[in-house]
């Protein structure tokens, strides 16, 4: 099952480490270290399924050579306690294909890391079957078309850092989505989730050399505080099934009975704990079967989703045909404010700024920036304060830069309405960018600020990513209510 995790720590000379050594380690393969006259040769590990170095488009052609790149990295630091790049590791998501993976590596890098000047150095490592996880490498200097150019010092910033970490949790669910996978990971913790249950503790030990060879004794250590929690975990679970149901269900809206017990597998003290609290949540009345489809296995849900997706599409229908939000049109060319939008563009402007405070569109990302523009224009024209929403604060960020409305991440949004700041009322829009990708419970709370507050949602999603998800998200469901009318003939 899909887990969360990554983290970053910085490769120096400080702590006796050498590039070379840390490249060829990550990537299997052999590489001279020029600095130290050494050879470094990890060519006979057989868990390295891919390695790659991405560049930025200006950076000269031999940064694609590992051994070049590091060894050059190296020798401009001279400092014997320099810093030589940065080390992140990440847990892949077993449900990925190796290419699917790949893909997904590729996407994040890009963006997060590359687009910023850095060069990456990444590979995919697998040491059994359920445990895909990636290293990537990154340079501490800014490439630029002879080398290397300053050290980058913002890029150590803890923002940056926590920047990163949402946005894996954003480009995983993203690619989980698109290959046809409910489950989803969350880089928050426990506590910000509202799941009860302790979090498991890093082991930097693989479970075959649990029950196996004898450990050093800080490893034992580890091993038993591993344990207790999971232990301590389980009781909670016996207590209270629903405890349970809630953490999965935030990682994944269904799931079946296989699913269920991998889940408690890792949260449960051995297998006699396990089993009892398998029984205690088949048995909880919480619990709930979906209907059988085809030759798939049974899945389950809990009831306290089943009440959120009741709750969501009644306030849709409330909320659907409510006025109050309407605007005019007019005819396309005939104001400033939208006379660049195409004929397609119009028809969903006018769509978004018609009678109804709920409004659901699936559009290309990118021929949303103008037309939100647009709205937020008329919007505001007519009085209306207008309030981005989006999942994560890149999102957020990005949704500001393309149509100029003032955005929070979904999880900043919610905390302000519970602390009583900046209340929603009927004078505002609430604009949900990604809405695609916005769990069930997530949706209705947001829907039920706007229901309560007669406020204006509108919901808007990728048309390619809904496509590819399909039932899974409850946007389409929206959509197919409230969504915008096909053109006619």
Known sequence: MAIYHLTAKVISRARGQSMTAAAAYRSGSILRDERYGQT?????????????IISPADAPPWVSDREILWNRVEAGERRKDSQLARAIDISLPVELSDSQSIELLRD???QEFVSKGMIADFCIRRNTPDNPYAHILLTLRQATPSGFGPKMRQWNRKSDLLEWRAAWAERANQHLARAGHAVRIDHRTLEAQQIELTPARKMGVGRGRQGGEALPEH?????????????????MILSDPTVALRALCNQRPTFTHRELVQFLESRTGGAA?????????????????LPLDGESPPRFTSTDLLEAEKSLLRRVAAM??????????????SEPLHDRLSEQQHAVLEYLVAEGDIKAVATAVGSVGELLTAAHRLWESRGFKVIGIALSRIAAERLQAQSGIRSLTLATQEEQWRAGGDPCSASHVLVVEGAEMIGLKQLERTLAVADKARAKAV??????????????SPLRGILDGVGLPAPGP
């Open 108 to 110: 994040y890098i890009r």
């Open 219 to 235: 490893l034992q250590l580890r091993l038993a505080e591993q344990h207790s929690i999971a232990n301590d975990n389980g009781e």
């Open 273 to 289: 704990q396990r089993d009892a609290a398998l029984a205690a949540i088949m048995g909880s009345s919480e619990l709930a079967a």
């Open 459 to 472: 919901l808007v999603g990728d048309a390619r990513q809904l496509e590819a998800m399909g039932s899974l």
């Open 320 to 333: 659907r045909g409510r006025r109050g939000h309407g605007l005019p049109l007019q005819p396309r060319g």
């Open 40 to 52: 470094h040769n990890y060519t006979r590990r057989h868990d390295v399924l891919h390695s790659e």
